[in-house]
Structure formats: structure tokens, C-alpha cells
């Protein structure tokens, strides 16, 4: 074959060589095929890691035991212990390092969510928690003017 | 010895392409590390929605954004609330006003009122990432970057994703979505920062009333597997052939 004909194919070879090359160096080393399907195992295993620590923000109720007991002993014995610290009182982060106080929803709304009378039928799991109509019902009053949230059949203070 | 420029350059040429080929295509196992790559991990992570439970408090859709650092007022979201109302004229009205972050405080659907009297059922539906044991998200994704784990989590790496959304259109489910902040296509992971710790997701944490749980599928003891493997469940469009792992009890044929 001539050389002319040939040509073209090195110059061919040389950019695959050159693109290989150029992946060697921007894909990283621990991006390949970890387990035992191609299809959904084909990543960067280092973004496993970088997931696992990403923050956590909710700290849990055991948490919130370890320091503020009194609030604790009210609410673990009343009909509201189902419902955990930080769905009121949010996320705790890193408090109390980082933030101090926690911003407290007091809102109407907040009690609404489970207390408002929908009207549905028994076989709603809804229609089995006390309720109220909103626009019956002391109309745009905070509900924890007059109920204590941690312990709902007590007045509050 | 004497060496042409022709014969130079062939033989250098031939030697880069060479060295180009990877490595890893060579590499012989041992035996234990062949072991570990075909053994099981001891960890299958499932979720357990019971519909009966659920009171459409929303809570969960506020706890995960918060968590997962999701923009508070845009309008997507990991996971969200459905509420369906099923009326004697063989109606159901749908929906989730910003995915149930709020909770339903009002009886009103798309501003439609309806008479409680007219109700034959109502109930809610949390949606979430399904983890799929084939999970069409990621077969579509044309540079690698959403993946399987061991334990059956698909992840979303946020540093290699070039934001085509290929992956949002192929979920069955449509949870995935286009995150506003970081530019990628973001999902529920069961919060795998949480899950590996041994804390329970946000969601599963801040239901009060265990209408949303977590499983390991790999261990027999676990409660919630216990569950799923001896009571009727079901699983959403399991036609699509996805093998979902998100189970649901008391799911009504109204949910799609």
C-alpha cells in the first residue's frame, strides 16, 4: 500500500492514543466497575464515602434526653410522645455548640397539620386524632396559648 | 545499533498506544479478593409504607428537606405526600400541595370543595425513592455518575453528574429531579448518611406514627422485614419490571 493511503490511519491512531491518554489523566483511579453488574456498579467509589458524610441535622429525640429532662418527663407520659422534639422544635444540628436556640414553631398551622377536621370517613387514620374546624374554632389564636404542647390535656402555664 | 526515523516512529507510536490500554484489565484476583467481589453484602436496605397510618401531617416532606439540604420553597422535593379522596360518583381527586410540606389543613383539592358527606374513602400516600434492584435511572445514565451500592441504595454523585436528565425521565416514579443549587439530578437515598450510622432517615425518624419504616431485607430478625415478608404488600408499577423496594401496606388500586 502507499504511504500516502497510509498516512491518514497514524494520524488516526495518534488522537484514540491522545484521547486514552487524556482519560488516563482526568478519570480518577477508583472510577471502574465495584461489584458485580457493569450496568448499575459502573462509578467513582469515593462518592460513597462522601455521602456517608454528608451532615446530619436531625439528632434524634435520645438526644435531646440527654440534657433537657423536664420538658422530657412531661412529654414522654402524655398522648403527644409519638411525636418527636425536633418535628417542633428543629432540626438541633449542632446544638447548643453552634446555635443556641433553636427556632420553636409555635404557628397555628404547625398544630393543624394533624388536628385539622378534614371530615373524612373512620377508615382515615385522620379521623381517629381529636380535631377541630379551623374557622370554628378560636380563630387565628396560637393553639399553645391555651394547650401546652408536651402535654396537651394540661392548660398551658 | 542504527534506527531509522521511520522505524523510530512506529515502535514509539506502538509503545503509546500500549502503555494507554488500563491497567486494570490485567490484573489476576486472589482468591480472597475474588471472594469478596461475588460475596453478598449483609445489608439490603427496603422501606415500609403503611398507608392506614399515615395522617397526611407532612411532617416527613419538612424533616427530609431540612436534612438533605433541599431548597425549603422550590418547588421539588425527595419525598412527598399524596392525598386521595375517592367520592360516591366514583371521583378520586388527587393531590399534594408543595408535596405535603405543609401537611392538608384544608379539605379543599385544586381549590375544589367537596362535601365530606360525598366521601366514600381518603387516605395518603407517601412517595419515595424506590432503591429498584434494577433500577432504569441508572442504566440510562450515559457517564457513570448514579450508581447501586452494596446495600441496594442508589446514590447520585453529584461531582460527575453533567446535569442531562436523562435519568429524571427515565424513573417510572418521578422522584428524581433537577437539584436548583447544585446543578445535578438529586433523589431520595434513604438518608445514606443517616442509614450507615445506624440512625433511621429523617422521615422515618419524625413520623409519629410509624406509617413510614426501614428494613434491612438481608436480616431475618429485623421487625420490619418480618413485615414485608409475612404480610400482604404491595409495590408500586410493578409491571415496569424495576423490582421496587419500597413496600406498601394497605395500598389502594387508586395510587399510581
Keep these: ?157 | 545499533m542504527s534506527c531509522s526515523r521511520r522505524d523510530f516512529l512506529k515502535e514509539s507510536v506502538g509503545a503509546a498506544f500500549v502503555s494507554s490500554l488500563p491497567l486494570s484489565a490485567f490484573v489476576v484476583l486472589t482468591t480472597e479478593e475474588a471472594i469478596a467481589a461475588v460475596a453478598e453484602s449483609t445489608v439490603r436496605w427496603g422501606y415500609l409504607v403503611d398507608t392506614t397510618k399515615c395522617t397526611g401531617c407532612g411532617m416527613c416532606v419538612k424533616a427530609c428537606k431540612n436534612e438533605n439540604e433541599i431548597p425549603y420553597d422550590a418547588p421539588v422535593t425527595r419525598t412527598w405526600v399524596e392525598r386521595y379522596v375517592v367520592t360516591k360518583d366514583g371521583q378520586t381527586h388527587v393531590d399534594s400541595p408543595n408535596g405535603g410540606r405543609d401537611g392538608f389543613t384544608s379539605g379543599n383539592i385544586r381549590e375544589e370543595e367537596i362535601d365530606p358527606d360525598t366521601i366514600d374513602k381518603a387516605f395518603f400516600v407517601p412517595k419515595l425513592c424506590n432503591q429498584c434492584e434494577n433500577p432504569a435511572c441508572v442504566q440510562v445514565c450515559p457517564v457513570g455518575a448514579t450508581y447501586q451500592t452494596e446495600d441496594g441504595v442508589v446514590l447520585v454523585d453529584r461531582d460527575w453528574c453533567i446535569g442531562c436528565g436523562y435519568c429524571i425521565m427515565a424513573c417510572p416514579y418521578g422522584v428524581r429531579f433537577f437539584h436548583p443549587d447544585h446543578k445535578v439530578a438529586d433523589k431520595c437515598n434513604f438518608c445514606y448518611h443517616r442509614i450507615t450510622k445506624g440512625m433511621m432517615p429523617a422521615c422515618v425518624e419524625s413520623c409519629a406514627f410509624g406509617a413510614r419504616r426501614l428494613a434491612n431485607l438481608r436480616d431475618p430478625d429485623d421487625p420490619v422485614t418480618r413485615i414485608i415478608k409475612t404480610e400482604r404488600v404491595a409495590v408500586l408499577k410493578d409491571e415496569y419490571g424495576t423490582k421496587p423496594h419500597v413496600f406498601y401496606l394497605g395500598l389502594d388500586n387508586n395510587v399510581r
Design chain 1, 1 to 157: 500500500m502507499k504511504r500516502h493511503v497510509l498516512h491518514p490511519l497514524w494520524v488516526a491512531i495518534g488522537v484514540v492514543g491522545l484521547i486514552l491518554f487524556a482519560r488516563l489523566l482526568l478519570v480518577p483511579d477508583d472510577f471502574g466497575v465495584h461489584g458485580e453488574s457493569f450496568t448499575y456498579s459502573y462509578y467513582r467509589l469515593g462518592n460513597i464515602e462522601e455521602w456517608k458524610n454528608f451532615p446530619v441535622k436531625y439528632q434524634g429525640t435520645d438526644t435531646c434526653l440527654e440534657c433537657h429532662e423536664d420538658n422530657a418527663k412531661t412529654h414522654r407520659r402524655s398522648p403527644h410522645k409519638r411525636v418527636q422534639c425536633e418535628n417542633c422544635h428543629g432540626p438541633a444540628g449542632n446544638h447548643p455548640d453552634d446555635v443556641e436556640y433553636l427556632p420553636l414553631n409555635k404557628e397555628r398551622a404547625m398544630c393543624l397539620r394533624c388536628h385539622a377536621d378534614l371530615g373524612y370517613p373512620e377508615s382515615t387514620a385522620r379521623s381517629y386524632l381529636p380535631a377541630i374546624v379551623d374557622r370554628h374554632h378560636k380563630r387565628r389564636r396560637e393553639c399553645v396559648s391555651c394547650h401546652d404542647p408536651h402535654d396537651p390535656r394540661e392548660d398551658a402555664e
